[in-house]
């Protein structure tokens, strides 16, 4: 998670949408204490201004919530975070598919490239062979 972010999207964007995937994974469990805003700041090689501004737009979209003196929590609504493991997939499928048509390639010939790639994968998710 450290560093590594995409110039093409503001980085507080980026952070908002790695907290929620973690969220939706169960990385990060409801009703979990988040760290500081100064330790997640290094934890992501960011400006703590810009942890607090992903912070903030999180608990304004609902999957975070502060408790006056003891800091920031991950919802304990179980509703909102099964909606979040739903849609996460979702978006990633969305933003691939989106990425082999800028590539270039037929929409109708994803599925079987997907598939061919699947094949050659072992258990642990390891690309095999070619």
């Keep these: 998670m450290r560093g590594d972010f995409d110039n093409n999207q503001p980085i507080y964007q980026q952070i908002i949408d790695r907290m929620i995937a973690a969220i939706a994974k169960g ?7 988040v760290a500081s805003v100064r330790d997640l700041a290094l934890q992501h090689n960011v400006n ?8 903030a737009k999180l608990e304004e979209m609902g ?13 304990q609504n179980l509703a909102v ?13 969305g ?10 390639m037929a929409a109708p ?12 994968m072992d258990y642990n998710g ?5």
């Design 48 to 55: 703590p201004n810009t942890m607090q501004k992903s912070l």
């Design 81 to 93: 975070v099964e909606q979040l493991a739903a849609r996460v997939p979702e978006k990633i499928i």
């Design 109 to 120: 010939d994803i599925p079987g490239r997907v598939s061919d790639y699947i094949e050659r």
């Design 63 to 75: 999957y975070l919530y502060t408790e006056r003196t003891s800091g920031r929590y991950v919802t």
């Design 27 to 33: 990385d990060l469990a409801p009703g979990a204490k």
């Design 95 to 104: 933003d691939f598919v989106a990425q082999m048509i800028d590539f270039g």
């Design 126 to 130: 390891k690309n095999i062979g070619n």
